[in-house]
Structure formats: structure tokens, C-alpha cells
């Protein structure tokens, strides 16, 4: 390391910050008091010697653990840091373990106040801190490498939107400066992360029907965010070849695309050492001021979701309970926790790197597509370009940025809030049948916090029921466990004469999908599509969804462990909203309104060659093709 003027700068700042954060801790603590202002200097300096000697031994601990682990080891390091710099510092009166918890907790808040009021946040601490400690000048690394953003869930028009309204200064002056363009991708059904990003990454989702679903060989439910489930999934994409690798790094991701660096990756949970994260959670305050947002992040939720109930904003859904505290993870504590894992990479020269933020997709589910709240989330998520590009011009190599969305987002009431009760209870009641498994969780609700901690393993089920309905936004999934294979049209209609018009009876149902002698076939409640052949019967039912439903549906109706039935909300034609399965007034899984239409921001000297991009293996493979073009892989890899 080379210390500078601004190194010098930064030290002193923190020095002079840190001690008048004691000392305010030292007014307003009855057990901790001072014997001068100088005091509480020498406590800052010795915590900042502390830090710097217990970096090294705790990186070689947390290295053999994961990132739970190295959350535990460095919220302990600060503990025993405070503890130390108040026993070995003269003048120092202190009341023992739980003045120590207290301090390190108000000398947090109180750093979080002073960076907020100076425009500085925890992400941007840790970004210099990585700067200052970069190569010398001379280390280039040849070649160009890729930092490829994933904004989860932000559709092209709220990306339009969001730059008529300043939400998104940082690309707003990559698209007007010309450095990037960007265009609209078409996310095809079933519009959900797992199916994209294993498009992405790996270039291939011909069998993910669902974000969950029920197999019917095995007896079991697979959910895209349980880490048993994403690693059986991505073992059966998986060639070895994907995106990232060749010595690529995944952050954040459901899947890995092979590479050889992953962290918070859901299908490669456990097999990752936590060392890379022991800068974010060992930082003296750094955690507890993240914590701290954290808080403030809850609390912010809890007065929006007053709000919009207080001004009778419609539609809406009751916005408590966990997802309270995973807001507050995703916007708060793991946004700064990816920022710092992808600034080290690129300080590190990795090739490329592929991360998601799931900050804006957390909030539009529950708040609504372009709520307040929804693009403040996605201001947030601009302002993490603007870091990014900070590091960059520090890397020791040269760095573009791609960001790229996974789906969009459609809105409208529930399915519940509809009818007074869930999809399964309709099925059940039109079916004639007694019993019923339902999985209807939100969709992908807590899946960084699961990355990092594990979750529960694949669910299966003891005997064959009866009945499976799971939902996936807009889309929701019938099997009948009971009936070997795909059970046709006509043998559903003859066991379940109810069914099927029952369903279409139901306020908020669109069409169904079924196969038959005929093939998968849409069906509404004046006519059918015959999806092979595209021969319409009566009235056709997938009009309203546009020219690639068709193909979409004929698409995931042929998978082979494709549901008995797929049920389809309707779309209406003023509002352009949908109606979830799950309780999500955001949602995306099937078709209509904004959720297939994805995008992609890209630099305006790589080319975009052919017809428009449909589908996530169509965006696979113009990114390897850009990667190819920049000597990143081998031609001919895939």
C-alpha cells in the first residue's frame, strides 16, 4: 500500500468521526465516561490499529466457514475491538460487556447519521477502502473484463420511466453520452427468475415450467428458492460451459453459470468460504451501520404501507410480517453486502461478473410496479452503477457494464382479493376432490437471505395426493398425482366434468392449457386455440397476450413435466393488470402487461446483430458473443 493525500484525508475523517461518536456515546451512556475529548481519540486509534492487525487472521477463519459464519466472526471481532479499546486506553471508565454491546451500537447510529447528512454511504466506505488498497499503477491486467448488473424484475417501460424521471442519473448519462444503448427483450413464459437466469447463465430452461412445481416420478415439489432444489436444477442445465465459465465470478445468483467463484449463489450453497466477506462484516461499525439502515429500512416500510392504506390506494396488499424485515435485508444490508463483493472482484481483475439485485422486484411485488417506494428502489439500484463505475476507473483493468433485467412486472388485485379465496380451494371445489397440497409462498420472497443461511431442503410428500396447485404470479399449476403422466383434455373432462368450465367461471381466470389429441390447447369460455397448429375455434381466447403467446404456451405446454393444467389470469384491456395467484399486487410468471418485457442496457460499440431478442438463451448468447469478441472465452465454447 501506498498511503496518499486522500488516504491521509479518509483516515483522519475517520478517526475524528469515530472518537466524536464516543464521546456522544460517553453523554448519553450512564457507564461510560471519559477523562478528556483526548480520550476518546486515543479508544478511535486503538480500534483502527485493532482493525487492521485482525483483518488477516479473521480472513483465514471466515475461509474455512461461509458468509453466516463470517457475519458471526466479525460481529464478535467488533464486540472484542470496542472491549479492548476501552480497557487498554488510560482514562476510561466503562460497565463491563453490556456498555460495550451499547457503544459499539450508538457509535454506530451515530456514523450512520453523520454519513448520511455528508452523501455518504456504507457501500461507498467500503468501495475506497478497496481503492486504496489497489495494485500499483504499473499492474495492468491485459484484456477487458465485463460487470454484468442484474436488476431484478425492472421491465423496459419502468425502465423508460424511470429515466423521464431522474430516478436514473447515472444511466441516463451513459445512454445520452452514447457510451450505451439499450433494447427490450422478450421474457417468455413462464416469466420468472429461475427460467430467465437459467437462460442467462446457462443457456438453456427448456424444463423449468414454474418457479415451483410438482414432479410427478419423484413425488416432490421443487422450489427455485430452496438450495437443495436450485442445485437439482442446475445440475440438469448445467454443461459445464455456461456464462461465467473460465474464471467468472456469480453474485447473488439463483444459478452459477459454471463459475468458478460463487458467492450467496442459491445452487451452490455451502460451498463457498466466507473470507470475501469478512471486510463488510469486521469493519468497526460497518455492520452496525448497515444494521442500523437496515432498521430504518423496516420502519420505512411500515409508514408506506400505512400510507397507501390511509389514501385508499387500490390495488394493494397487506404489507406485515417477514416481509417487512426481508425488505430492510434486501435494500439495505445485502444491496451495500453485493456492492462490496463485486467492488473486490473487480479490484481483484476477475473477467467477468455477473450479480443480481433484487432490491426494486422485492418492493413492486408488495407496493405496486411504479410506486413511490418501487423507484426509489430503483434509484438505489442506479446509484450502485455510479460506485461500480467509481471502482472501475481504479480496477486494475479495464471494465464495461452490461445491466440487463430477468422479466418485468405486471400489476392488479389477487385472485383472492377477486374471489374470496386461493386458486386451490377453486380447484378443489370444481374437481370434486377432498384433499389438496398447496405451495402458494411469494414468489421468491427471501432468496438472498436463503443463500446466505441455507434453507429448507426439497419438499416431498409421504403417499401420492390428490391434488398439487402451486402459483406462479399470473400463471397457476394443477396436477393430479394420482393419474400416471400428462393427463389429457379428455380424460379431465371425463373424470372432472366440473372442472374445467368451473375454473372458467371464476372471476380473474383468462384461459387454461391442457394437452389432448390435438396437442397443448388454450382454452377460454367462448373458444380454443389449438397451439400446434394454430387453429382457432370460436373466439380465441389468447388475443388479448399478443403475438408471441402462442408460441410461449405451445413452448411450455410440451415440457415434459409440463402441469395437467395450467391456469391463466385474464388481462384487462384498459388497465393492462392481471390477477396473481399469490398474494403479490406485483407479479410476473405468465402473460400480460409489463412482465415479458425485459431489458437490456448494453455499450453502443458491441454489436446487436439479427432480429430481436426473445428469450433469455436468445440474451445468452449475445452475451457470450460479446465475450467471445473481447477474448474472454474461447470461440465455440457453447
Known sequence: MRATARDLRDALFGLVATAAALLIAAAVLDGLAFASWWTAVLVALVMAVGDALSRPPLRALAGRAGPFAALLLGGLAQLLLVELALLVAPGVTTGGAGTTVATLLLVGLVLTAVR?????????????????????????????????????????????????????????????????????????????????????????????????????????????????????????????????????????????????????????????????????????????????????????????????????????????????????????????????????????????????????????????????????????????????????????????????????????????????????????????LSAVVADTTDAETGRPAAAMVGSPQTASYSGRPELVVVGSGNLGLVWFPRLPGRVPLEELTERFPKLIPGLLSESGVGFLVADSARGPVAIGSAGTHVLADDTVEGSDPLAPFGPHARFDLLRVGTMGNAPDLYVHSTLDPHTFEVHAFEELVGCHGGLGGWQNEAMLVHPADWPLDGPPLYGADAVHRRLVGWLERLGQRAGGML
Not at 475506497?128 to 473484463?145: H, K, M, Q, Y
Not at 469493519?283 to 409508514?303: D, H, I, N, Q, S
Not at 463483493?341 to 426494486?360: K, Q, R, T
Open 116 to 432: 448520511w447528512l455528508l452523501g455518504v454511504n456504507d457501500s461507498s466506505y467500503l468501495v475506497a477502502d478497496l481503492v486504496r488498497r489497489r495494485p500499483p499503477s504499473g499492474d495492468r491486467i491485459p484484456g477487458t473484463g465485463v460487470v454484468i448488473v442484474q436488476w431484478d424484475g425492472v421491465s423496459f417501460p419502468v425502465l423508460r420511466f424511470g429515466l423521464a424521471s431522474g430516478a436514473l442519473p447515472t444511466l441516463a448519462r451513459w445512454l445520452r453520452s452514447g457510451s450505451h444503448e439499450a433494447v427490450k427483450w422478450w421474457a417468455r413464459v413462464p416469466s420468472t427468475t429461475p427460467v430467465s437466469q437459467a437462460g442467462l447463465l446457462h443457456g438453456r430452461n427448456d424444463e423449468i415450467p414454474a418457479f415451483r412445481w410438482y414432479e410427478k416420478e419423484s413425488g416432490r415439489l421443487l422450489v427455485a428458492n430452496r438450495p437443495a432444489d436450485a442445485a437439482v436444477i442446475e445440475a440438469r442445465i448445467s454443461d459445464g460451459r455456461g456464462l461465467l465459465a473460465g474464471g467468472g465470478v456469480s453474485v447473488s445468483n439463483i444459478f452459477s453459470g459454471d463459475a468458478p467463484t460463487t458467492q450467496m449463489v442459491m445452487s451452490r450453497t455451502g460451498k463457498h468460504n466466507g473470507a470475501a466477506y469478512v471486510r463488510f462484516f469486521a469493519r468497526p461499525f460497518v455492520f452496525v451501520r448497515a444494521l442500523v439502515r437496515t432498521l430504518g429500512e423496516m420502519a420505512k416500510e411500515l409508514y408506506q404501507g400505512r400510507r397507501q392504506r390511509l389514501r385508499g390506494v387500490e390495488p394493494r396488499i397487506r404489507r406485515r410480517g417477514s416481509y417487512v424485515a426481508l425488505r430492510g435485508l434486501t435494500n439495505a444490508m445485502l444491496r451495500d453486502l453485493n456492492v462490496g463483493l463485486v467492488a473486490e472482484h473487480m479490484m481483484a481483475g476477475a473477467p467477468v461478473i455477473f450479480v443480481d439485485f433484487v432490491d426494486y422486484d422485492e418492493i413492486a411485488h408488495h407496493a405496486g410496479v411504479v410506486r413511490p417506494e418501487s423507484l426509489a428502489a430503483l434509484a438505489g439500484l442506479d446509484g450502485v452503477l455510479d460506485l461500480l463505475e467509481k471502482v472501475a476507473a481504479a480496477a486494475p483493468r479495464d471494465y464495461r457494464f452490461v445491466v440487463l433485467s430477468d422479466h418485468g412486472q405486471s400489476q392488479g388485485s389477487t385472485f383472492r382479493q377477486l374471489t374470496g379465496r386461493g386458486l386451490e380451494d377453486a380447484v378443489r371445489e370444481h374437481s370434486g
